[in-house]
């Protein structure tokens, strides 16, 4: 034989070493799948953990806000505070309508006792 060319025995002996037997491939495929399913298990756990730290760390950032509760009752104390002063603005506003009214009369008797008695407005 030449020196490429390979003997049926060499073949077999080739085939003895690298081929596998049906039982020997589902015992392979058997336990590549629990590792792939262990792996996934693993990778499972790690994004549970890491999403449950990312919701107490969002949890955590979440209660520096006021909630929609604080915020309404905010509003509510504000718009009375606003009210407060509007009544406020009205009542100082009559007693400047009534002090001006005051003025005014004050300010015309004065002028009548200025010419009674002769004097003259400064």
Not at 30 to 57: M, N, P
Not at 105 to 113: I, K, N, T, Y
């Amino acid at each position: 034989m030449a020196n490429g060319d390979v003997t049926t025995g060499e073949i077999m002996e080739f085939l003895k070493e690298h081929m596998v037997t049906k039982e020997e491939l589902h015992q392979e495929l058997s336990r590549t799948k629990e590792e792939l399913h262990q792996e996934i298990l693993g990778v499972k756990e790690e994004l549970r953990q890491e999403l449950f730290g990312t919701k107490e760390e969002l949890r955590q950032e979440l209660s520096h806000f006021a909630t929609k509760e604080e915020l309404v009752q905010f509003k509510d104390e504000i718009l009375s505070a606003v009210d407060g002063l509007v009544v406020q603005y009205k009542n100082f506003d009559v007693e400047l309508a009534a002090l001006r009214s005051t003025t005014g009369r004050h300010e015309d008797r004065l002028e009548v006792v200025e010419k009674k008695l002769g004097l003259s407005a400064a």
